[in-house]
């Protein structure tokens, strides 16, 4: 179904979106998201909270108004990017 969507442009929404209620669970699928997304040319973006590296809202944010065919989030982080 993705490949069959024009691609995304800036600051247009996701095509997909993958709500997982915990950032560890966020940080895994994104994981086996990252060995499809050459092969299946899609972009995925991410949104989850934490103290680790990846959790940088700004950058997570700047990710996402990129354009992201799928974003894989976290209801928390997701409400706070809805919310801004």
């Known amino acids: 179904h993705l ?31 990252d060995k499809l997304k050459i092969a299946a040319a899609i972009r ?11 959790a940088n809202k700004h950058f997570q944010a700047a990710q996402i108004i ?3 065919d799928v974003i894989v989030a976290t209801p928390g982080r997701l409400i706070d990017f809805a919310e801004a």
């Open 44 to 54: 995925v973006g991410v949104a989850h909270g934490g103290h680790d590296g990846g």
């Open 66 to 68: 990129k354009g992201c």
């Open 3 to 33: 490949k069959a969507q024009a691609r995304v442009e800036v600051k247009s929404g996701p095509i997909a979106l993958i709500l997982t209620p915990t950032r560890e669970l966020t940080i895994q699928i994104v994981a086996e998201l």
